[in-house]
C-alpha cells in the first residue's frame, strides 16, 4: 500500500514539474561574460595617477539594462539558473583610455552561439565619451560608456536577420537547450592586453 501511494506521489510530481517546465519554455538569450573579466581589472592611466578596472560587473549591469527590452523570459544570465534558451551571447568587454585627449574608448563584443554550441555571428557595440580620471566619477563614467555601448550592440543585434530569427524561434529544426553549460568552454585568450582586440 505504501509503494503504491509513493510510486502514485513521484508520478504526480514529476508531471507537475513537466508541465510548469513547458509552460515557461525557453527565454531568448543566455547572457555569457568571461570570469576573467571579473578577476582580472584593467589599468587606466594617465601621466599623473592610474585605476585599475573590472569591467565584468560594468557590463553584467549594462547587459541587465539593455537585454530588460526583451521583457519577461527574454533573457537571462549564465550565472543565475538557465534551463534552455533559443541563442547564447559571450559578451567580452574592452576598455581604453587616451591620456593625450582625455578620451574613454568602450567597446562591446557579442559572439552570438546556437543553443547546441554553433557560432552565429559577431556583433560589436562601441562607444566614446570624453572625461578624467577623477576617482569614483570615473566609475559612474565608465558605467554610461559600457551602457551606451552595450545598447549599440542591441540595436545591431535587432537589425541582423540570423539573431532577430533565432531570438524569436523562426528557425527550422532549431534547438533549444542549455548553452551555458557549455560556455565554459569558449576559447579564452591567455594574454588581454589593454588594447582593442
Known amino acids: 500500500m505504501n509503494k503504491r501511494l ?26 555569457h561574460i568571461q570570469q576573467q573579466d571579473y578577476d582580472h581589472p584593467t589599468r ?27 521583457g519577461d523570459h527574454g533573457y537571462a544570465m549564465c550565472n543565475s539558473k538557465v534551463e534552455a534558451a533559443n541563442l547564447l551571447v559571450w559578451l567580452r568587454p574592452n576598455l581604453y583610455f587616451n591620456p593625450q585627449i582625455s ?19 559577431r556583433i560589436t557595440g562601441e562607444s566614446k565619451s570624453v572625461g578624467r580620471l577623477l576617482g569614483d566619477q570615473t566609475k559612474v563614467q565608465i558605467a554610461k560608456l559600457f551602457d551606451a555601448a552595450t545598447q549599440d550592440l542591441y540595436q545591431r ?40 582586440q
Not at 45 to 67: D, I, R, T
Not at 115 to 120: E, I, Y
Open 6 to 31: 509513493l510510486i502514485f506521489l513521484t508520478i504526480a510530481m514529476l508531471c507537475v514539474i513537466s508541465l510548469t517546465a513547458k509552460a515557461e519554455g525557453p527565454v531568448k538569450l543566455a547572457v
Open 44 to 70: 587606466l592611466w594617465n601621466f599623473a595617477e592610474s585605476l585599475w578596472v573590472e569591467q565584468g560587473p560594468f557590463v553584467e549591469a549594462s547587459a541587465q539594462k539593455a537585454f530588460a527590452q526583451f
Open 103 to 121: 578620451t574613454f574608448y568602450g567597446k562591446v563584443q557579442g559572439y552570438f552561439y546556437t543553443a547546441d554550441g554553433k557560432p552565429l555571428v
Open 157 to 196: 543585434m535587432q537589425s541582423n536577420s540570423q539573431v532577430y530569427d533565432y531570438l524569436n524561434g523562426k528557425v527550422k529544426g532549431m534547438v533549444t537547450l542549455n548553452p551555458c553549460a557549455t560556455a565554459e568552454f569558449l576559447p579564452v585568450s591567455k594574454f588581454r592586453f589593454n588594447a582593442f
